[in-house]
């Protein structure tokens, strides 16, 4: 069972340009969260989807951030004009459906977006 | 809201030395804890967890007792080795209907030396 796939593993982009990080759950998973690691610093909680479904998106910049997680295919999460504080390495996670606040969480290697 | 607070770091160590990493949480609610463990250059991998007060998670020589009264967890290995120099990050999860959102500390980098 492959566990949780994100690409590319990391991405170089100048600023103003788009970034689009892409995330494929574990198989059997229909929960996906993203998360922000800034230099230094521990994760934070950016957004959580189910399919073709945004559930919390408490953790996300009001700009130029959006997610999905459409019925087929992957969850990305996209950037648009990035900018140098955007530097930072975006981990996936994801979960079975099941009873709330039981299940764990399973993370992908993370994607390394670095702004020039 | 919820929060978790771990001691900062680098800690820095011998092998077969004691660790201890110090976790206390503050939540509205009633969490399940965990601790994860980042290795460079990879992503999280979850160490042990626990879902209850009084729970004990223990996984790869390594534990932490969830401790409602002192709304802490913290994480204790008896003889690390060098295999164990990494990042640890203790962190929660909110039980609430929107779902199982983590709630990480800052994270504790443990450098074991030969």
């Known amino acids: 069972n492959a566990g949780v796939m994100q690409n590319p593993r990391h991405l170089v982009r100048r600023r103003g340009q788009e970034a689009r990080l892409r995330c494929s759950p574990m198989k059997g998973h229909s929960h996906v969260y993203w998360y922000r690691q800034l230099p230094e610093e521990g994760l934070k909680f950016m957004v959580y989807?189910?399919?073709?479904?945004?559930?919390?998106e408490s953790g996300m910049p009001k700009e130029r951030f959006s997610a999905e997680f459409p019925k087929e295919g992957p969850s990305i999460l996209r950037i648009q004009q990035v900018v140098r504080g955007d530097s930072a390495a975006y981990f996936c996670?994801?979960?079975?459906?099941?009873?709330?606040?039981?299940?764990?969480?399973?993370f992908g290697p993370g994607t390394r977006l670095t702004v020039t | 809201g919820n929060s978790v607070t771990q001691m900062e770091g680098p800690v820095t160590l011998s092998e077969e030395a004691f660790l201890t990493i110090n976790c206390t949480y503050t939540a509205t609610g009633y969490p399940s804890l965990f601790w994860y463990v980042q290795y460079p250059g990879e992503g999280l991998q979850l160490l042990l967890k626990a879902t209850k007060a009084d729970d004990k998670g223990s996984n790869k020589g390594f534990e932490a007792t969830y401790r409602k009264e002192t709304t802490s967890f913290h994480l204790e290995k008896g003889s690390v080795q060098v295999s164990d120099s990494a990042v640890y990050f203790c962190a929660l999860s909110d039980r609430g209907a929107a779902g199982n959102k983590l709630t990480f500390g800052g994270g504790t980098r443990v450098l074991v030396k030969p």
């Open positions: 996670a994801s979960s079975p459906a099941g009873k709330v606040g039981i299940y764990e969480q399973y």
């Open positions: 989807l189910q399919k073709e479904n945004i559930i919390d």
